[in-house]
């Protein structure tokens, strides 16, 4: 079965500095979706795609997050700078909106500790 | 927004034992789906199901739409069912999907 593949798996920056996440949705969906899940939480959307377009960044913290999906494939997410309230896990998701009855599928997630 | 709350949201059971997870959403919803989310992190999808019932060998679930809410059942309950149950909702084609705070299920040997 196709997956959302994510990396790295795991990050581990110092404030201040700049980090980026990939990910590569199931090949066709044209939906992708950046969420942000805060440990003993569910996870919150930070930004969604519609092939290269954003709909939805409103809760995206644009001051110091980035996202981008410039040919409509893979997309990547940026921080800059990292403060420790940002440790969570990432986690991107995708899923083909053309389509009736289409799940969203998920990546593995990206584990981000800044210290 | 929508709000969805799931109940309870913790949940101990032994090895064998059934359960019932609940999930209540504030508005209609035009998709709702139950994830698993392993000790690893990973999310997966167990259900799409906007409404009606569907079964996956010990796991079935049903889905009120009128009366907006829905329900996992999980059946004879394996230690590696452990981990949390999400159930998440989206209110119109190209909302996202809103989460619930989860359910955390211990499965014991």
């Known amino acids: 079965e196709a997956e959302v593949a994510q990396s790295p798996r795991y990050k581990i920056t110092e404030k201040s500095q700049a980090v980026a996440f990939w990910c590569d949705p199931i090949?066709?969906?044209?939906?992708l979706y950046w969420y942000r899940q805060i440990l003993g939480q569910g996870p919150e959307l930070l930004v969604q795609?519609?092939?290269?377009?954003?709909?939805?960044d409103s809760q995206l913290p644009k001051d110091r997050f980035s996202a981008e999906r410039l040919k409509g494939v893979d997309s990547t997410l940026k921080i800059q700078p990292a403060e420790l309230g940002d440790s969570a896990m990432y986690l991107c998701?995708?899923?083909?909106?053309?389509?009736?009855?289409?799940?969203?599928?998920f990546g593995n997630g990206t584990r981000l500790t800044v210290t | 927004g929508i709000q969805v709350e799931q109940s309870p949201p913790d949940l101990i059971l032994q090895e064998g034992a059934n359960s019932t997870l609940r999930c209540n959403f504030s508005d209609s919803v035009n998709n709702l789906q139950w994830f698993h989310q392993n000790p690893w992190g990973q999310l997966i999808n167990l259900f799409y199901i906007p409404s009606g019932t569907k079964q996956n060998g010990r796991l079935s679930a049903t889905t009120v739409a009128t009366e907006r809410y829905s329900l996992l059942y999980i059946s004879s309950s394996q230690t590696t069912d452990s981990g949390v149950y999400f159930c998440a909702v989206e209110r119109g084609n190209n909302n996202d999907m809103r989460f619930g705070a989860g359910t955390r299920l211990t499965v014991k040997p």
């Open positions: 998701a995708s899923s083909n909106k053309n389509r009736r009855n289409s799940p969203l599928h």
């Open positions: 090949s066709g969906h044209a939906t």
């Open positions: 795609f519609q092939d290269e377009s954003v709909v939805d």
